[in-house]
C-alpha cells in the first residue's frame, strides 16, 4: 500500500499545472492532500470523483485558506473532520480517517506567521491532536500522521538552521514538541530509513530556494510504534513540482 501526503498549496491552482496527470500516473492507494485552499462547491467533478478514487474533504470557514483532502481507492470505514476543538476545526486543517488496519490523520498544523504571533495557537493545536492520537493509541489502535507539520525537528532538517532559531518553524518549543512526540512512540518514517542530509520537502518561492535546494524537511509520515514493522519504505518525491512544497510518502506491507 503506497501513501503519499502533499501540500498543494491551492488545489485549484496545481490541477492547471498538471496534478490530474500526475495522481493517475502515480496511482498512490490513499493520497493526503493539505493547504487545498478549496470548497467542495468551487471544484470540478475532475477533482471531487476522480476516475478510481474517492474523495474526502475539509474547508476553512474562511475562503481561499487552509483545507485537507483525502483521495483514497478504497473506501475507509468512516472519516471525521477537526479535532473536536472547535476554534481548530473551523480552519479544515484535520481529516481522520478509519481504515480498520489503521487510523489516518491528514492534518495541515498551524504556521506560528510573521512575528511568531501564532505560535502558542499552534502549540495548542500540536496538543490537542497528540491527547486524541493518544487516546486512540491507547486503545490498541495503530495510528499514522502525515502532513505539513510545519516545524522542522533537527538542524540535519534544515539547510540553514542557525539562521533560523527564532523563527517560527524551528523555534525550540515547536521542536521540542516534535521530540515529546518521538517519546510518546511515534516514529519519523524518513529519519527512520535515512540518516543523512540535504533532503527537503519545503523551500521558498520569493527567493528562489528550490534550484539551491535551500529547504526545510516539515512535511512528514509519522507511525506509532506497533505499526513500524509494516512500514517497508519512506520517500521524498522532491522532483515534483507545482507547489513550493513536493509530496512525501511510504510503503506499507
Known sequence: MRLISWNVNGIRAIQKKGFMEWLHKE???????QETKGHPEQLNDELLSPDGYQTFWS???????????????????????????KKFDTEGRTLVAD?????????????????????PF??????????????????????????????????IDLARPKQNENNTGFLPEERAWVTKFIENDYVDTFR??????????????????????????????????????????AFILDKVTGSDHCPVGIELA
Open 27 to 33: 496511482s498512490p492507494d490513499i493520497l493526503c492532500l
Open 59 to 85: 474547508a476553512a470557514e474562511k475562503k481561499g485558506y487552509s483545507g485537507t483532502a483525502i483521495f483514497t481507492k478504497s473506501k475507509p470505514k468512516s472519516v471525521e473532520e477537526g479535532l473536536g476543538v
Open 99 to 119: 481504515y480498520g488496519p489503521f487510523i489516518l490523520f491528514n492534518i495541515y498544523f498551524p504556521n506560528g506567521s510573521a512575528g511568531n504571533v501564532r505560535v
Open 122 to 155: 499552534k502549540m495548542e493545536f500540536y496538543d490537542a491532536f497528540l491527547k486524541k492520537a493518544n487516546t486512540l493509541k491507547a486503545s490498541g489502535k495503530k495510528v499514522i500522521l502525515c502532513g505539513d507539520v510545519n516545524t522542522a525537528h533537527a538542524e
Open 192 to 233: 527512520h530509513f535515512h540518516k543523512d542530509g540535504g533532503h527537503y520537502t519545503w523551500w521558498d518561492y520569493k527567493t528562489g530556494a528550490r534550484a539551491r535546494n535551500i529547504g526545510w524537511r516539515i512535511d512528514y509520515f509519522f507511525v506509532s510504534e506497533n505499526l513500524l514493522p509494516k512500514v517497508k519504505k
